[in-house]
């Protein structure tokens, strides 16, 4: 149950980043059926911007998604009382996953600053840019926390002899069955 409810910021996010991703494939689409002007011209500026844009979306949503993967997976083996091994791709995609979503601490931080002073920061319009806006800072305070868990596990499972190592994990992956 732990482990769902703390991974439900990042479901979120990866739902979202698909969802966006796919209307920005459509509307691209959707300029493509459009009439193209009769200036001689073979591609319309607009349609080969848009193409542009669909590449850059889906460059971040590969490695935003990545990392997210990975802190789930991270989030997985902390609750279960293993450090899994982080390669440089991993380290990689969390570090993206940080840069993603830290910014989102501070402002929240300054948006509650200005709530408290009687200005409206926080608007309602869009409910799923705020439920996004929202699971940012709780996918930041769950990556640093399965980070500093990772790193306790990780001294205390290379002071173990590697024949020790093994029935740990078992007994442990037994216990949260």
């Given at each position: 149950?732990?482990?769902?409810?703390w991974?439900?910021?990042?479901?979120?996010?990866?739902?979202?980043?698909?969802?966006?991703?796919?209307?920005?494939?459509?509307?691209?689409?959707?300029?493509?059926?459009?009439?193209?002007?009769?200036?001689g011209?073979?591609?319309?500026?607009?349609?080969?911007?848009?193409?542009?844009?669909?590449?850059?979306?889906?460059?971040?949503?590969?490695?935003?998604?990545?990392?997210?993967?990975?802190?789930?997976?991270?989030?997985c083996?902390?609750?279960?009382?293993?450090a899994?091994?982080?390669?440089?791709f991993?380290?990689?995609?969390?570090?993206?996953?940080?840069?993603?979503?830290?910014?989102?601490?501070?402002?929240?931080?300054?948006?509650?600053?200005?709530?408290?002073?009687?200005?409206?920061?926080?608007?309602?319009?869009n409910?799923?840019y705020?439920?996004?806006?929202?699971?940012?800072?709780?996918?930041?305070?769950?990556?640093?926390?399965?980070?500093?868990?990772?790193?306790?596990l990780?001294?205390?499972?290379?002071?173990?002899?590697?024949?020790?190592?093994?029935?740990?994990?078992?007994?442990?992956?037994?216990?949260?069955?």
């Amino acid at each position: 149950m732990k482990r769902i409810l703390w991974s439900l910021p990042v479901w979120v996010m990866l739902a979202d980043m698909l969802y966006g991703f796919s209307a920005n494939i459509a509307k691209s689409w959707s300029l493509n059926q459009q009439e193209l002007p009769k200036d001689g011209l073979p591609v319309a500026p607009q349609i080969a911007f848009d193409g542009l844009q669909v590449l850059a979306n889906g460059g971040m949503i590969l490695i935003i998604g990545f990392g997210l993967l990975v802190l789930l997976r991270l989030n997985c083996t902390v609750l279960r009382g293993y450090a899994m091994k982080i390669g440089i791709f991993s380290t990689l995609g969390l570090l993206a996953v940080l840069a993603f979503s830290l910014p989102s601490v501070w402002e929240w931080l300054w948006a509650f600053i200005g709530l408290l002073g009687g200005r409206q920061t926080v608007s309602f319009d869009n409910p799923r840019y705020l439920a996004a806006a929202m699971c940012q800072p709780l996918i930041a305070a769950l990556c640093v926390l399965r980070l500093f868990g990772w790193y306790r596990l990780s001294k205390r499972q290379a002071a173990l002899p590697p024949d020790m190592l093994e029935p740990v994990v078992v007994q442990q992956d037994e216990k949260a069955r």
